[in-house]
């Protein structure tokens, strides 16, 4: 069973900046290693839907995003340290949500369906 560790999440004024991490256990049942999966993040606001943000390829190369953070979000991942980043700038309210991050089967893919393993969440407040 693979484990998705969150952190980074907290409080912080619109236009500020945070990075989430998330760390991942090394293998899967199957015996494959955490650099051999895409990775996504996602986000839950009260009331609404999983959303997707970002993914990312298992080598790092490629990467997308929510057309809602693209150019403030960025996606990076350390396959050495087993850890999926999020790096978010200029935040707005609206980006106030539980983070997920999320190992995925197949890329390029938005559907949570298509993630088999997600992290508990980290908690992003944005105040106005």
């Known amino acids: 069973q693979v484990q998705l560790v969150e952190s980074g999440g907290g409080l912080v004024q619109a236009g500020g900046s945070l990075r989430l991490s998330c760390a991942a256990s090394?293998?899967?049942?199957?015996?494959?290693?955490?650099?051999?999966?895409?990775m996504g993040w996602f986000r839950q606001a009260p009331g609404k839907e999983r959303e997707f943000v970002a993914a990312i390829t298992p080598s790092g190369v490629t990467t997308n995003y929510a057309d809602t953070v693209k150019g403030r979000f960025t996606i990076g991942r350390d396959n050495a340290k087993n850890t999926v980043y999020l790096q978010m700038n200029s935040l707005k309210p609206e980006a106030t949500a539980v983070y997920y991050c999320a190992l995925g089967t197949v890329y390029p893919t938005t559907t949570p369906g298509k993630y088999a393993y997600w992290g508990q969440g980290t908690q992003v407040t944005v105040s106005s």
């Open positions: 090394r293998r899967t049942a199957s015996g494959r290693t955490f650099s051999s999966y895409p």
